[in-house]
């Protein structure tokens, strides 16, 4: 069982940036993949980056490539997202998950945060 727990949300101005971070609880953090996804209003849950147990290796969302980082430190079972340049469009509540297998669809992720919202005004 793993408990996850988003800080980090705010409101910000368009093309700042935001640094998200998800704790983790457990002993086997780093056999997880880790994610973030999106949601905003009337919309579908978005993928938005992935990154590996060892976190040496990362997928993005063509939407926030360039943008956003992913990270993560096994010591401190954390995973981060910095996010920079954001822009009106990147509003929404944004979720931490776990997976046991790599992948961008949710149905992959067992364990999920209860969500942290980012609001960037123009």
């Known amino acids: 069982q793993v408990q996850l727990v988003e800080s980090g949300g705010g409101l910000v101005q368009a093309g700042g940036s935001l640094r998200l971070a998800c704790a983790a609880s457990?002993?086997?953090?780093?056999?997880?993949?880790m994610g973030w996804f999106r949601q905003a209003p009337g919309k579908e849950r978005q993928f938005v980056a992935r990154?590996?147990?060892?976190?040496?290796?990362?997928y993005y969302a063509n939407s926030v490539k360039g943008r956003f980082t992913i990270s993560r430190d096994n010591v401190k079972n954390t995973t981060y997202l910095q996010m920079n340049s954001l822009t009106p469009e990147d509003t929404a509540v944004y979720y931490c998950?776990?997976?046991?297998?790599?992948?961008?669809?949710?149905?992959?992720?067992?364990?999920w945060g209860q969500g942290t919202q980012v609001t960037v005004s123009s």
């Open positions: 457990g002993r086997t953090f780093s056999t997880y993949v």
């Open positions: 990154i590996s147990g060892g976190g040496d290796y990362t």
């Open positions: 998950a776990a997976a046991r297998y790599a992948g961008i669809s949710a149905a992959l992720y067992n364990y």
